[in-house]
């Protein structure tokens, strides 16, 4: 799927309904990574009936695949490091789960919303709403159980949550721009550091984002502490972190950007910043027939690293995962968006046909629709999945609503 053509599926619905402003952020539904962040294991409990979540039960649609080879090539400038000579993480193994049943999260009647992220626990989850008059409004669910964080904002997120409840995000003030925050207990506050945004925090406390204008990539040591720029290649200008996983390894990419009407210039390469020692370029992933002009890594969860690679100037995006413990690229070409993986190296994201999905590789497990389907652009998409692959949180379109777009959490079993 090409960035225009997104665009379009996402944003069309809206323009069909004039009473409702356009409030989708396409980058969260690309990635977007958006960013991801582990989901979890949380049981649906009888508290979120009660809060009104509307329910859609029905079995998975299973569809297995040969696993595409994982081949990969290096990289002449930031150069990828050998794969290690013994594995770095440890990895179980586990089913997917055959069946899901999806809900709703909490809106008042009318409103779009949009689902972040979702803890490693799978007890909490990030959403935003967006009023009729305008504006975002965050709101943090816990089993059950709804907070509003803060009052009315201006494309405000919540882009990750650690297993405490403790989220990161942005909101944009009075001059504009985007400005790091960090919610815990219900409570907003601004993290130091300035004009930037927080992309995620793992459950040591650790935050990484970005300066508002994309200069550097950044680390928190903690919410109270000033951040930290991460180290980027002599031969790169710009850096840009996406996630960060438990034991502090970082993800994003490093670029060079020139452009020009007649010659644009884009040299953007998946980057990753362990806990300890230096950085270096992931491999270069390859697909035949296909010339790839750069890649980015969106999110990373026990040595898993998902991302995507770009054709020319961004004509076409395809999914990968990358493995930490052997240096190794698999390519997706089966996936339409990859927004998070877990431990186990599961995705969710969409397929080709634009329904959420939840896929080890191999073997894809279609989440039901929760809302009637449009038959025209319509779109669902898993943004989160939870450690044990069980909570899954996305966003689906409402056809009985013009194609407006609702926050889902699925549970699967």
Request: aromatic content about 6%.
């Amino acid at each position: 799927m090409t960035d225009d053509e997104l665009a379009r599926r996402l944003l069309l619905p809206l323009d069909e309904h004039p009473d409702t402003p356009s409030r989708v952020d396409i980058t969260a539904a690309v990635a977007t990574g958006t960013k991801r962040r582990r989901a979890r294991r949380a049981a649906v409990t009888a508290a979120a009936v009660a809060a009104g979540l509307a329910v859609a039960t029905v079995p998975a649609v299973i569809s297995r695949s040969a696993p595409p080879a994982p081949t990969a090539t290096g990289r002449p400038s930031a150069t990828a490091a050998p794969s290690p000579t013994a594995p770095a993480y440890e990895r179980a193994t586990a089913t997917l789960p055959s069946s899901c049943a999806g809900r709703v999260l909490p809106v008042t009647k009318g409103i779009q919303s949009h689902v972040f992220a979702v803890d490693p626990t799978g007890r909490y989850a990030t959403y935003v709403t967006y009023p009729r008059d305008g504006g975002t409004q965050l709101f943090v669910w816990h089993e059950g159980k709804v907070t509003k964080i803060g009052g009315p904002g201006n494309s405000d997120s919540l882009d990750s949550v650690n297993s405490h409840g403790v989220a990161v995000g942005d909101v944009h003030l009075y001059d504009a721009v985007p400005h790091g925050i960090v919610v815990s207990g219900g409570k907003l506050s601004l993290l130091p550091g300035g004009q930037a945004d927080a992309r995620a925090i793992n459950d040591h406390g650790v935050i990484v984002g970005n300066r508002a204008d994309k200069s550097a990539a950044l680390r928190w040591p903690s919410r109270s502490e000033e951040p930290v720029e991460l180290p980027v290649p002599d031969e790169y200008a710009l850096a840009m972190a996406n996630d960060i996983d438990a034991d502090g390894t970082v993800v994003g990419h490093v670029e060079n950007r020139t452009y020009s009407r007649q010659n644009p210039v884009w040299e953007q390469v998946a980057y990753v910043w362990p806990g300890n020692g230096p950085g270096r370029a992931l491999a270069a992933p390859t697909l035949p027939g296909v010339e790839f002009s750069h890649y980015s890594a969106r999110a990373v969860s026990n040595g898993w690293v998902l991302g995507a690679a770009f054709t020319e100037q961004g004509t076409k995006m395809i999914p990968v995962r990358w493995d930490l413990n052997t240096g190794k690229a698999q390519v997706l070409p089966e996936l339409d968006i990859a927004s998070d993986v877990n431990p186990y190296g599961w995705i969710v994201g969409m397929s080709k046909d634009q329904h959420a999905v939840l896929t080890d590789g191999v073997t894809t497990v279609r989440l039901p629709d929760v809302l009637p389907f449009p038959k025209k652009y319509g779109m669902n998409f898993a943004t989160s999945v939870s450690d044990d692959g069980r909570t899954i949180v996305g966003n689906v379109d409402d056809a009985n609503r013009a194609g407006l777009q609702q926050a889902v959490l699925w549970q699967c079993s």
